[in-house]
T-cell receptor
Framework: SQTIHQWPATLVQPVGSPLSLECTVEGTSNPNLYWYRQAAGRGLQLLFYSVGIGQISSEVPQNLSASRPQDRQFILSSKKLLLSDSGFYLC???????????????FGNGTRLTVT | GNSVTQMEGPVTLSEEAFLTINCTYTATGYPSLFWYVQYPGEGLQLLLKATKADDKGSNKGFEATYRKETTSFHLEKGSVQVSDSAVYFCALKAGAQKLVFGQGTRLTINP
């Protein structure tokens, strides 16, 4: 069966420090991968998605970047964190095989980032 | 563009009450519709889905029917439990990769 792992679960970082959040998927090949952010009291905002190694699409301009160095690894990074980067970050994958029209997303447990 | 509008929360009910969380959408073409649930401190889990008009998705006592004529996908449950307390997200997928979410509705069930 497929599983998705995200770490760390919680993180407190000072303003101006770098960030690296990691997400890995097991049990599937060539998944579509996603990073979402959920700010306090707000909905989900798609930050990045990837359909393959080295292929990253950015949805919104921001202080963050994403990379996909391996098929089932997706990394969210920042060189210098801002206070506004605080939030709950969720990694997700979907199966590109079959009909992508109705394939659901499968989420990790999230990382709660607090920038102080 | 594609969008999802959910009823604003928070919603507070007593145990065994009837639940409805409204969801309407705007989309080109024929989207698939989803409800996700987020329990405290966790990621999102797929609750149910419907891929074409008049389909009914169901899971764990929850149901939602894809109504194309009213562009709606309201979530219902006949008798809620304390364990149903969570944030519920309605979502649609009308393109190849992107899932569009509503703002989420926080549900609290009191014993």
């Amino acid at each position: 069966s497929q599983t998705i792992h995200q770490w760390p679960a919680t993180l407190v970082q000072p303003v101006g420090s770098p960030l690296s959040l990691e997400c890995t998927v097991e049990g599937t090949s060539n998944p579509n991968l996603y990073w979402y952010r959920q700010a306090a009291g707000r909905g989900l905002q798609l930050l990045f998605y990837s359909v393959g190694i080295g292929q990253i699409s950015s949805e919104v301009p921001q202080n963050l970047s994403a990379s996909r160095p391996q098929d089932r690894q997706f990394i969210l990074s920042s060189k210098k964190l801002l206070l506004s980067d605080s939030g709950f970050y969720l990694c997700a994958w979907s199966d590109p095989a079959g009909s992508s029209y109705n394939s659901p997303l499968h989420f990790g447990n999230g990382t709660r980032l607090t920038v102080t | 563009g594609n969008s999802v509008t959910q009823m604003e929360g928070p919603v507070t009910l007593s145990e065994e009450a009837f639940l409805t969380i409204n969801c309407t959408y705007t989309a080109t073409g024929y989207p698939s519709l989803f409800w996700y649930v987020q329990y405290p401190g966790e990621g999102l889990q797929l609750l149910l889905k419907a891929t074409k008009a008049d389909d009914k998705g169901s899971n764990k006592g929850f149901e939602a029917t894809y109504r194309k004529e009213t562009t709606s996908f309201h979530l219902e449950k006949g008798s809620v439990q304390v364990s149903d307390s969570a944030v519920y997200f309605c979502a649609l997928k009308a393109g190849a990769q992107k899932l569009v979410f509503g703002q989420g509705t926080r549900l609290t069930i009191n014993p």
